[in-house]
């Protein structure tokens, strides 16, 4: 391709709304271009680097038996009541509408249901399982908060496969071949990642782990053992809670706490450590209010709790909220309230006369025990891991570090096929649910993650496997001699079978070694007059400061590939 011909052009300036290094990088290298907020165009060199992305994934996905097919983007929204997901998403991230004839109908957020309703079409005996389907696909979440570029989008292209079973065994055999195969793609693809526990969330079954790469960029939290290799998002992973001895349970004591307010102010108000207070965090969801109750040293896991308490949504209630259950902010208590659902962590049980609301203005009871002093509807770990918390495996420190998630898996068992009725029958003419799996990959995602691993201050680095192209060739100066060998060289390569990107363009050496810089292709080869005396060129690796001169006559580009 002739840069002179290229579509996209790349911008010397940062954009105001790009937040992080690959949305930046991409916006500059005129590799994409947003339409609106969540939405963006891929521009042709952010479309060759995709299609070699794809070409990957197809690759694993059909070396481990793996068949594509393609199913719609619009789905009728029946199929969504039918597996029970219609109405904890519609309205939400699930988008909505109906068309000429009144049937309403959805953009798909996912195709389990789909999926689903193909397999038990086609599957009714156990001689056909195993099978595992998958398609690179488009899909549409109305993402309430889109941001950081193509990490979180409203539109956007997956890899969903499916895997379906006769039995729970083998399903987690293929379970484990996916995970390999998806530390193999990441590989491939120039990118170290990390696997993780995470939570089935929307998408349901018993178990699921998501594939991380480790970055400042991430929105997620990783939380790491130092001293094992217990790995999980921050959303579902354990910490040890030591117990806090304060001495057997006293009567309780209301005391005055004039403007304190939180946990900091009312502990050091007290003189007491904030192990030794009760921290109350309200949420309101369905139309009922949450009042959780933790040790004060301890910070509320939203996702654990939304699990818990069986809610789609979560948010902080408003004081408004709070007064009409008789509840004070700053000193409210779960002590003698009713028509609240109380959740209690764990931490409380092992934990004696602590301070707590009396919910009373100014006032704080200190010596409340649990459950002497209140009851709890529901007792559980709803605590989110800190850095330096205590390993529940080995004692070890945790550590937690921001990633972004760069594809998942699920084990998701008969959670569809028991309610939608995709059954089999055994050898026994018994018929029998089918046991399925669910493994993605973003694609516009992993995309942003390999920039976001895979750039320096200069622009983009790309790995070899998944560049635009191969060769970045130019020629500096105008001089008829240089433009005709850069020309010949850019045939010959072409004739080789190499992607070359050749900028026949005029400019000063400056700025095309900037703008090459930017771009980020493996190799870059340079003809000029300096050159030229010695009928040679300049070679350079993107990933590398140092540059050489070899002969035209010697040049071996697959020794540098």
């Known amino acids: 391709m002739r840069m002179s011909q290229l579509f996209g052009r790349?911008?010397?300036?940062?954009?105001?709304?790009?937040?992080?290094?690959?949305?930046?990088?991409?916006?500059?290298?005129?590799?994409?271009?947003?339409?609106?907020?969540?939405?963006?165009?891929?521009?042709?060199?952010?479309?060759?680097?995709i299609h070699k992305i794809e070409a990957i994934i197809r690759e694993e996905m059909d070396a481990i038996g793996g068949q594509e097919i393609d199913m719609p983007f619009v789905q009728p929204a029946d199929l969504w009541q039918e597996s029970g997901r219609w109405e904890e998403l519609v309205g939400k991230e699930l988008a909505g509408f109906e068309d000429r004839f009144g049937r309403?109908?959805?953009?798909?957020?996912?195709?389990?249901?789909?999926?689903?309703d193909l397999v038990r079409s086609q599957i009714n005996s156990y001689r056909q399982l195993p099978v595992m389907l998958y398609q690179i696909k488009l899909k549409f979440r109305d993402e309430p908060r889109p941001r950081a570029g193509l990490i979180r989008v409203r539109e956007f292209t997956m890899k969903d496969a499916y895997s379906f079973h006769a039995d729970e065994a083998n399903l987690d055999q293929y379970y484990d071949l996916m995970y390999q195969t998806y530390l193999k793609i990441f590989q491939r693809v120039g990118l170290d990642v990390v696997a993780v526990e995470s939570d089935p969330g929307i998408i349901g079954g018993s178990n699921a782990h998501e594939f991380m790469l480790i970055s400042d960029s991430g929105e997620d939290r990783v939380v790491f053992c130092s001293g094992c290799q217990y790995t999980a998002n921050a959303d579902v992973a354990v910490m040890q809670k030591p117990k806090v001895d304060n001495g057997e349970p006293q009567p309780l004591d209301e005391v005055a706490t004039p403007g304190q307010t939180t946990i900091e102010s009312v502990a050091n108000y007290l003189g007491v450590a904030k192990t030794q207070t009760l921290k109350a965090v309200f949420y309101s969801t369905d139309n009922r209010l949450i009042f959780v109750a933790l040790r004060g040293d301890l910070e509320v896991n939203e996702s654990k709790l939304q699990k818990i308490v069986g809610a789609s949504h979560l948010w902080i209630a408003t004081e408004a909220e709070l007064q009409r259950y008789g509840l004070v902010a700053g000193y409210a208590s779960p002590i003698g309230i009713k028509g609240v659902t109380v959740v209690v962590d764990e931490s409380i049980i092992s934990t004696t006369n602590l301070v707590g609301g009396a919910n009373k203005q100014g006032r704080h009871l200190r010596n409340v025990n649990f459950p002497r002093d209140f009851r709890a509807d529901i007792v559980d770990d709803i605590a989110l891991v800190q850095e330096n918390s205590t390993c529940v495996h080995c004692g070890g420190a945790l550590r937690v570090k921001r990633g972004i998630e760069v594809g998942n898996i699920f084990k998701l068992g008969t959670k569809y096929s028991h309610v939608m009725g995709a059954n089999y029958q055994d050898g026994n003419s018994k018929g029998r649910p089918i046991f399925m799996g669910c493994y993605g990959i973003g694609i516009g995602r992993l995309l942003a993650s390999i920039v976001e691993a895979n750039h320096d201050a200069d622009g983009i680095i790309w790995p070899i496997a998944v560049a635009p192209y191969q060769i970045h060739l130019m020629h500096i100066g105008k001089d008829e001699d240089v433009v005709k060998c850069a020309g010949e060289l850019y045939q010959r390569l072409h004739q080789e079978g190499y992607e070359v990107l050749y900028d026949d363009?005029?400019?000063?050496?400056?700025?095309?070694?900037?703008?090459?810089?930017?771009?980020?292709?493996?190799?870059?080869?340079?003809?000029?007059q300096r050159t030229l005396k010695t009928d040679s060129v300049e070679v350079k690796f993107r990933s590398e400061k140092e540059k050489e001169i070899v002969g035209l006559a010697d040049l071996e580009i697959q020794s540098y590939l």
């Open 10 to 49: 790349t911008l010397k300036e940062i954009p105001a709304d790009a937040e992080i290094p690959s949305h930046q990088l991409l916006l500059r290298a005129g590799m994409i271009r947003r339409l609106m907020v969540g939405l963006y165009s891929y521009l042709p060199l952010a479309r060759r680097v």
């Open 505 to 528: 363009r005029g400019g000063s050496a400056g700025f095309k070694f900037k703008e090459a810089d930017l771009l980020g292709m493996p190799v870059r080869l340079t003809v000029s």
């Open 104 to 116: 309403p109908l959805v953009l798909a957020m996912t195709y389990e249901e789909a999926v689903t």
